[in-house]
């Protein structure tokens, strides 16, 4: 239990300083609006370069690639780490593609369904996005839940159990007393953390005296674990293609991404932001997969992939600076879960609660929106009590859902005003079913993921609407 005590200590001190931190340029800020709900949602355009940076990469760095990514490559080797980099260039696409344009609009929206709902004006599209953010955030939150429980148990010998209640309280402290700005800030600081963290942990595995013997007679046993294509050859080039689109491309289409977009400052912050979030990036996805792989070399009788974070730290360090090490991982599952929770409260309050009662008062808003908070986390904690072996496949699995609803309608929506609502709703319900249905069929052809295709007939039956519509509108006017 003595590593429980630094985890504890700075997961205190960083309540504290970052709410004090929001709160001292809350005061400052010209920028903010006078909404008092609107300032709980968004905090005002107030993202600069490296803030906006540090938030947009630990929250898309997540249990995922603290765990489970770790995990895979230590059941895949190489090949997983060469897979995971693909994503590096996510923040170029976010901040360079769709920043400029989110900038450039005229009005400031507080969740990424209003924004949908004041480009296309109709009310299923609004619906159909808001359950399917709420539903994918609750699976991801779930995911996040079980890293945060498994790296509390792993490094301090506690219960899943008690792990489980402990990191879900603190993800509640954090959530509820602060609004979107002083997640963002959270954000930044657990960043920092992380890296900080994943630096001493690579360091510490190489500097192990027998980590190169090892190592060799691990490869020479098992040649796969340093093969491009992983063990079994799992990894093959449609699997990798179809991950560039899952982990890379197709995240301009997850909605906690897109969020932060709302709150850019300005242009200049929009570039600074690419160069930061793109060495960050790099670093937060290379070092803890090369970690996994190190891991199975030093550590290969684990049953459960995923454990290997845990056991790394636990068995390389000392209790108590394994405790001060575990701040790195729990910084960076602490980091996602705080952002999905709060959004998908949010877009139930402001999405759906507000349109229904317009009336509500700003204080109402934010009290409802807290009370929903306390809901999400009771049903993830839920889904999260039996967990499975690898949380990357959940992970992926809700990661490929949002982009199948919300990608096209996003892109469509900022460089083609002529699509109409009809259209971006068509895309919208055809992604998620062909989707849904595909994930049912895993594993597919040429291990291709379910999201290639679901994008594909996303697309096709978003051309096919418009250009019907389009069709008929030119005939209308012929015909008069």
Same mark, same amino acid.
């Given at each position: ?8 200590i700075?997961?205190?001190?960083s309540?504290?300083?970052?709410? @004090?931190? %929001? ?7 010209? *920028?903010?609006?006078?909404d008092?709900?609107?300032?709980? #949602?968004?905090g005002?355009?107030? *993202?600069?370069?490296?803030?906006l940076?540090?938030t *947009?990469?630990?929250?898309?760095? %997540? ?25 590096v ?15 450039a609009?005229?009005?400031? &929206?507080?969740?990424?369904? +209003? !924004? ?23 699976a ?20 899943? +159990?008690?792990?489980?209640?402990? $990191? ?5 402290a ?9 997640v ?14 994943? #630096?001493?942990?690579?360091a ?21 674990l340093v ?19 899952l ?12 969020v ?16 930061w979030?793109?060495?960050?990036? $790099? ?9 996994? $792989? ?25 209790? #108590?600076?394994?405790?001060? /090490? ?7 599952v ?12 949010? %877009? ?19 009290r ?5 908070? /306390? ?6 904690? $839920? ?5 499975p072996?690898?949380? @990357? ?12 609803? #919300? /990608? !096209? ?8 005003p ?10 919208m319900?055809?992604?998620l079913?062909? &989707? ?10 040429e291990?291709?993921?379910?999201? @290639? ?12 609407s418009?250009? &019907?519509?389009g069709? /008929? ?8």
């Open positions: 239990m003595t590593s429980l005590l630094p985890v504890v700075y997961l205190g001190l309540l504290v300083i970052t709410r @004090v931190w %929001s709160a001292r340029q809350t005061k400052q800020s010209a *920028l903010l609006d006078t008092k709900a609107k300032r709980f #949602f968004i005002g355009a107030f *993202l600069g370069g490296p803030l940076a540090l *947009l990469v630990a929250t898309y760095t %997540s249990a995922g690639s603290f765990i489970g990514g770790p995990g895979a490559a230590y059941k895949f080797g190489l090949g997983w780490v060469w897979l995971a980099v693909i994503q260039p996510v923040v170029i696409l976010a901040l360079g593609v769709l920043g400029p344009k989110f900038l609009q005229k009005q400031r &929206y507080s969740t990424i369904i +209003e !924004w949908l709902d004041a480009r296309y004006n109709n009310h299923w599209l609004s619906m159909i996005a808001m359950l399917s953010l709420v539903i994918g955030f609750i991801m939150i779930a995911v996040q839940f079980i890293g945060g429980a498994r790296l509390l148990a792993g490094v301090t010998g506690i219960s899943y +159990e008690l792990g489980l209640a402990v $990191f879900v309280l603190t993800v509640l954090y959530t509820l007393t602060g609004g979107f700005r002083a963002v800030l959270t954000d930044a600081l657990q960043g920092m953390v992380m890296l900080l963290g994943l #630096f001493i942990l690579l510490v595995i190489l500097s192990q005296p027998q980590l190169a013997d090892l190592l060799e007679q691990t490869t020479h046993n098992t040649p796969e093969s491009p294509h992983g063990v079994g050859a799992a990894l093959g080039w449609p699997m990798m293609l179809s991950f560039w689109v982990i890379c491309f197709g995240t301009m289409g997850l909605p906690h991404t897109i932060r977009l709302l709150a850019v400052k300005d242009t200049k912050s929009l570039k600074r932001g690419m160069i979030g793109t060495i960050i990036c $790099f670093l937060m996805t290379l070092i803890p997969h090369l970690c996994g $792989f190190f891991g199975r070399v030093l550590f290969p009788e684990l049953a459960i992939p995923d454990e290997i974070m845990p056991t790394l730290i636990a068995e390389l360090m000392t209790p #108590f600076w394994a405790g001060i /090490l575990l701040a790195a991982p729990i910084a960076a602490m980091s996602s879960v705080d952002s999905m929770l709060l959004q998908s409260a949010v %877009s139930i309050v402001r999405d759906g609660a507000v349109r229904a009662y317009p009336q509500m008062s700003a204080t109402r808003q934010v409802f929106t807290q009370g929903v908070m /306390l809901v999400i986390t009771v049903l993830a904690c $839920f889904w999260a009590v039996q967990p072996d690898m949380i @990357v496949w959940i992970n992926l699995a809700a990661f490929g859902a949002l982009q199948a609803v #919300f /990608l !096209w309608p996003i892109i469509a929506g900022l460089f083609w002529s699509v109409s609502a009809r259209s971006a709703l068509i895309a319900c055809s992604g079913i062909s &989707y849904l249905a595909l994930q049912a069929q895993i594993p597919l052809k291990s291709v993921h379910p999201i @290639v295709p679901a994008l594909a007939i996303s697309l096709l039956m978003l051309l096919l418009h250009g &019907y519509q069709f /008929l509108s030119k005939r209308s006017c012929n015909a008069n």
